[in-house]
């Protein structure tokens, strides 16, 4: 028997072709997906698929949801919080105490500190830490935006909120170097045992860095 699929039975090659364009089509989506944040090569197929096995209209919804925000959602120009025009609402809000700024690397840092509803004061993200193997000095991280905005006056204190990872701690150092001649105060926060965790559970970089933000009682 002779298969001339190519010649005698075009409707199926046009099947087959179709299959394998659409195989491309997903893995475009999986590929996608591995380039967001913490997704590695098996999530991003499980989540492909998952938009594949899903009504049209909620995998849509999701599309609009990614557009809408880029589209309408930018970065504060002062801060960089996300904002919805040219100042975030907390850069507008009037009382906020505008002595006091905040560092810290990226927005969703910024959004856990402000929920937990203990500082009042404004922000800055540096979009980034300074990282010299990665060849990210401080020309790529907003540390003269930041050190204009302390330079314009009314700044009383800088908390530096960075990671406690290498990166973070040589940011901070960097940051308090930049600032110190302007007469402000640099603080870092004190990274510690988290509330209810018995201490012996802590790991060393944690213990070492709750002792050395003790303060006096
Ligand atoms: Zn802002």
């Not at 991280?141 to 908390?159: H, P, S, T």
């Amino acid at each position: 028997m002779d298969f001339q699929i190519h010649n005698q039975h075009p409707t199926i090659k046009n099947v087959i072709m179709s299959v394998q364009q659409r195989q491309g089509l997903l893995s475009k989506l999986a590929k996608e997906f591995v380039r967001l944040p913490g997704i590695g090569q098996k999530t991003s197929q499980r989540l492909a698929f998952h938009i594949m096995k899903v009504d049209k209209e909620e995998a849509l919804r999701l599309a609009d949801a990614i557009r809408d925000v880029k589209e309408f959602v930018v970065f504060c120009e002062q801060c960089r919080n996300i904002a919805e025009s040219e100042l975030c609402d907390i850069c507008q809000d009037p009382e906020r105490d505008r002595t006091k700024i905040l560092v810290v690397e990226e927005p969703s840092t910024l959004h856990a500190i402000d929920q937990s509803r203990g500082y009042k004061g404004l922000y800055h993200v540096l979009m980034g830490s300074l990282s010299p193997l990665d060849g990210v000095g401080p020309s790529d991280i907003r540390a003269q935006e930041l050190e204009a905005r302390v330079r314009d006056g009314g700044v009383q204190e800088v908390i530096v909120a960075t990671n406690p990872t290498i990166e973070g701690e040589a940011t901070a150092i960097y940051l308090t170097k930049l600032l110190k001649p302007y007469g402000v105060k640099v603080s870092r926060i004190a990274y510690g045992i988290p509330v209810g965790m018995d201490i012996e559970y802590a790991d060393d970089v944690t213990l070492t860095k709750s002792i050395e933000g003790r303060r006096e009682l």
